[in-house]
């Protein structure tokens, strides 16, 4: 009897670890467009810094964001197990932010003048060459500008997961949530100090007697910036498939249009299997733009309209 029990037990885990490891997949693609924009922000939150300081300030705030989901964690167990409806309106309004932030990106040029980008980057360049400036003063306003920033994309991450395992047992959500909060911070941090580190590698290999080594470096000096480009457009694409599917599938006639809108497509000769694949990522992610410009006009109104009610002082 207590080897049945044993043998029962066992396989009560394996089907626990089973179910868990495929909510955790789930949740973990869902989280993609997150993730590529929280590697290319923090990737960015360190420019600026000294080269030899980079990876402590990576894993400063990679410490900070390991704090962060120690709150994120139980709050999102908490409203799971005694206000689980709460649930889709806090995934919708995480999808709707994800599409304002990807849309604010791609106005950026508009409601930023390019001269307050070269007024940023000149402050960077003096806080480095100053000798009056505290460079630990500076480096640790990086830190917490990082931190903050982490808090908000983990948040977004924890409620997307949340929404993945509504409904299940506390122990299934307890271990899907713990999983993909250490997971997405070791992977973030893990490839942010390398993304970071990427030029001096390259500078290094390029200093080699090797030919082969020095193409290397070379390769790797090239690669860096376009690396940073790459991870920053790929994120924001990301945002609006993520953000727009989390919107539509929260509105039962928009999620039902297209689903058939992608049957349509799958049943279409010759190109039809890759239209089916293509359609709903694509229509979710018009949703997310779509989305994102109302998001965007209505708080760009809301703040100019606080500006003009608090009048010229403001």
């Not at 106005?107 to 009056?132: G, I």
């Not at 500008?145 to 993945?164: K, M």
């Not at 992977?187 to 390398?194: D, M, Q, R, T």
């Amino acid at each position: 009897m207590a080897g049945s029990s044993l043998f029962t037990l066992i396989d009560d885990i394996a089907s626990v670890l089973d179910d868990v490891a495929l909510m955790t997949k789930v949740a973990a693609k869902k989280t993609a467009g997150v993730l590529g924009d929280d590697l290319a922000l923090n990737a960015q939150q360190v420019a600026g810094v000294n080269a030899d300081r980079e990876l402590p300030v990576v894993w400063a705030v990679a410490k900070g964001s390991f704090k962060n989901k120690l709150i994120l964690v139980p709050a999102a167990l908490l409203i799971g197990t005694f206000a689980a409806w709460a649930v889709i309106p806090l995934l919708m309004l995480g999808g709707a932010y994800l599409c304002f932030e990807g849309f604010e990106k791609l106005a950026h040029k508009y409601l930023h003048s390019a001269a307050s980008d070269v007024a940023h980057h000149a402050e960077l360049v003096d806080a480095l060459s100053d000798p009056a400036v505290d460079l630990l003063a500076f480096e640790q306003d990086k830190i917490r500008g990082a931190v903050r920033t982490d808090f908000i994309l983990s948040a977004e991450i924890i409620v997307i997961t949340l929404g993945t395992v509504a409904g299940e047992p506390f122990i299934k959500q307890f271990t899907v949530l713990a999983l993909i909060a250490v997971v997405m911070t070791i992977g973030v941090y893990g490839l942010v100090a390398g993304i970071v580190k990427l030029d001096d590698a390259g500078l290094y290999l390029s200093r080699k007697t090797s030919s082969a080594l020095r193409a290397l470096g070379n390769l790797l000096l090239s690669a860096a910036p376009w690396l940073m480009k790459s991870l920053s457009v790929i994120g924001t694409a990301a945002m609006f498939m993520v953000g727009g599917g989390i919107l539509t599938h929260g509105v039962p006639a928009a999620h039902h249009l297209l689903e058939q809108l992608a049957a349509s497509a799958g049943n279409l000769p010759a190109i039809g299997s890759v239209l089916a694949v293509l359609t709903a990522p694509v229509l979710n992610g018009l949703a997310g733009i779509v989305a994102g410009a109302v998001v965007l006009a209505l708080v760009t109104g809301a703040n100019r309209a606080y500006r003009a009610l608090k009048g010229p002082s403001a």
